[in-house]
């Protein structure tokens, strides 16, 4: 079946950097376009960045532009979120999607926490 | 930017009853409309996308309707496991790439 399993998450201080991974199994990575969406504590959900297919379009939303780059590797069936000058307001568990129709399967998540 | 409003924030329903949550989109999404179930601890599950079109494995109980800036989600018969936070999601797949959810509502045991 389908396993979405993120990993990378942890405290770091405020202007500081984390990388967090997505480990994708029981799909082929390279059917899908990939997202990564994110929930700060007591709020909703926020879409972050996605990834096509091929890794040849990318977007990300206004509030990590800049700081936040998405990428994959088909290969080894894997995404990643490089995520540089962190914020509080960064602070959140970071989820992996795969986006189909249009978030059809999603990861548990790894919380990041930004704080001095 | 697109934003959705959701409501109620809190609904409050007895099991076996039926439940309903609107969502509402600043402009028009057309049916570029998803609503998700989200437990503590839990992934998110995708519930309803296209408005009204459940997805893989989700019950008949589940269902979704609206177009352009009005939506529901409708759960006909309250069980246990459907108490948890709903969000809707708006997506537009064609530029500008864009994608909001609302605020949430939380549905809860009366």
């Known amino acids: 079946q389908v396993q979405l399993v993120e990993s990378g998450g942890g405290l770091v201080q405020p202007g500081g950097s984390l990388r967090l991974s997505c480990a994708a199994s029981?799909?082929?990575?390279?059917?899908?376009?990939m997202s990564w969406v994110r929930q700060a504590p007591g709020k909703g959900l926020e879409w972050v960045s996605h990834i096509s297919s091929s890794g040849g379009t990318i977007y990300y939303a206004d509030s990590v532009k800049g700081r936040f780059t998405i990428s994959r590797d088909n290969a080894k069936n894997s995404l990643s979120l490089q995520m540089n000058s962190l914020r509080a307001v960064d602070t959140a568990v970071y989820y992996c999607a795969r986006s189909y129709n249009p978030f059809d399967s999603w990861g548990q998540g790894t919380l990041v926490t930004v704080s001095s | 930017e697109i934003v959705m409003t959701q409501s109620p924030a809190t609904l409050s329903v007895s099991p076996g009853e039926r439940a309903t949550l609107s969502c509402r989109a600043s402009?028009?999404?057309?049916?570029?409309l998803a609503w998700y179930q989200h437990k503590p601890g839990q992934a998110p599950r995708l519930l309803i996308y296209?408005?009204?079109t459940r997805a893989t494995g989700i019950p008949a109980r589940f269902s979704g309707s609206g177009s352009g800036t009005e939506f529901t989600l409708t759960i006909s018969s309250l069980q246990s496991e459907d108490f948890a936070v709903y969000y809707c999601?708006?997506?537009?797949?064609?530029?500008?790439?864009?994608?909001?959810f609302g605020q949430g509502t939380r549905l809860e045991i009366k």
């Open positions: 402009q028009s999404v057309s049916s570029n």
């Open positions: 029981g799909f082929t990575l390279s059917d899908y376009y």
């Open positions: 999601q708006q997506y537009n797949p064609w530029p500008p790439f864009t994608i909001t």
């Open positions: 296209g408005a009204s």
